[in-house]
């Protein structure tokens, strides 16, 4: 290839990369909309325990329980200003004393039960949704995502 093709080229390869960003700059800019009229939501949740075994040759005796609690589902994504439910089901463990933090909401899931938490959701940000049995707490957390 001859110097003056291989600047030709060249060029036409920044003006296509050009061409792409400012296309995808055009229709994000198009794409956005105003934040989200507020809305109920319901989300429904579970308290759950998953339960392992170890088998022959692994890092535990064979027979050896291993457990997890768990929220389910673990991460949640609201609008800043929806009107949220959570109706969780308690599945596994008598109980879970639970909190969100950030928003000095405490509640208690037993099972066999539904729990309804109702809130605003009036602060954007990240906040954990935490059962507060110490056997529990390592592994119980979920995540709920207020976005404003
Ligand atoms: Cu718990």
Known sequence: MDKNKGTLVAF???AVVALLVGAFAFTTAL??????????RTIVMTAVEYKGT??????????TVVKAYRWD????VVNKGD??????FGVNGDQHPSTIDG????????RGEW????FTASKAGTFEIVC???????????????VG
């Open 12 to 14: 036409g390869a920044v």
């Open 31 to 40: 794409g956005r909309t105003p934040a989200a009229a507020p809305t109920d």
């Open 54 to 63: 170890f088998g022959e040759g692994e890092s535990q005796p064979a027979g």
């Open 73 to 76: 589902p673990s991460y949640i």
């Open 83 to 88: 009107r949220v439910t959570l109706k969780v």
């Open 103 to 110: 928003y000095d909401i405490t509640f208690t899931v037993k």
């Open 115 to 118: 729990t309804t938490v109702t």
């Open 132 to 146: 507060h049995v110490p056997e529990h707490t390592e592994t119980m957390h979920a995540y709920l995502y207020v």
